[in-house]
């Protein structure tokens, strides 16, 4: 189908996108790479009068170390950010998780920020960010303000962004050293997950020191699986040492049912897959 027609505005500025929020109101939707705005406006289940396209500020792009974290600007495409070495050393998730996301092409469309700002709970960077801590800084007319990640997703498709703010980036705290595993279930490739487990560990020679987990389609948002980070903590890096903290990664999921499989069968899948990606992540 083709899309209801609309006015189109290019800022070249945050504070050009933030003024232009500020004048159009509800009539205007933000576009960053498209990849999931544009689906919709052709299917016509969303029809806003203005689009205002993030594509022209630069300061919403790149990737910059700062300090003790890694900054991921909103518009940096998927690509990029799989393919930094800073992202690979520091932040290993992330660029598994990258890895997996859809096809080449739309890695090179999409971005980082508004992947996450879609908020889809089958998508597969949230539950990344969620395992290691991100924050979102958000821009409004009232200035900026930081979002930690277990407060950003809010609900399915929504997140703590204002109707009036602008993602601008992700800051993600260090993990250099940990080791990362993306566990990730389909059907056929490049598609959305049936259920996918993200996992970062850090070892004490071969007893799994501290371990974040996450998972994508488990419920109305990505969760982190806080049952099965405590089970780790202590455990040798072993099938029979991870199998017991597996075994917990149904609590607290709420998972959908649909023509992929019903919500026991995902329930079932996750404690598989958590086993996968944690034994991957710790190396064995």
Request: proline letters at 5%; glycine letters at 10%; one cysteine or more.
């Amino acid at each position: 189908m083709i899309p209801a027609a609309f006015d189109y505005v290019a800022p070249t500025s945050v504070e050009e996108a933030l003024a232009a929020l500020a004048q159009y109101g509800d009539d205007a939707k933000i576009i960053a790479g498209g990849q999931s705005l544009l689906p919709v406006l052709r299917m016509r289940l969303n029809a806003p009068e203005w689009i205002i396209d993030l594509r022209k500020i630069e300061s919403l792009r790149g990737i910059r170390d700062d300090g003790d974290a890694i900054v991921i600007g909103a518009m940096t495409p998927h690509s990029v950010v799989g393919s930094d070495p800073l992202v690979r050393e520091h932040a290993t998730l992330i660029s598994e998780a990258v890895g997996h996301l859809a096809d080449a092409q739309i890695r090179h469309r999409g971005t980082f920020g508004g992947a996450l700002a879609h908020a889809d709970p089958a998508g597969d960077l949230g539950a990344p960010v969620l395992c290691l801590g991100a924050e979102f800084v958000i821009a409004g007319s009232g200035g900026t303000r930081t979002v930690a990640a277990d407060d950003f997703f809010v609900d399915l498709f929504e997140t703590a962004i204002g109707d009036d703010e602008i993602l601008t980036e992700v800051r993600i705290p260090k993990h250099t050293g940990w080791g990362a595993h993306y566990e990730k279930m389909v059907r056929v490739a490049h598609q959305w997950p049936i259920v996918s487990v993200a996992a970062t560990v850090r070892m004490d020679g071969g007893t799994i020191a501290e371990a974040r987990v996450g998972f994508a389609n488990m419920g109305s948002t990505a969760l982190r699986a806080r049952g099965v980070e405590e089970a780790l903590a202590g455990q040798p890096a072993t099938e029979d040492g991870v199998r017991a903290a597996a075994e917990r990664a149904a609590e607290g999921t709420n998972p959908p049912s649909d023509l992929n499989g019903d919500a026991e069968y995902k329930k079932h899948v996750v404690g598989v897959l958590t086993r996968r990606a944690v034994l991957a992540a710790a190396g064995s």
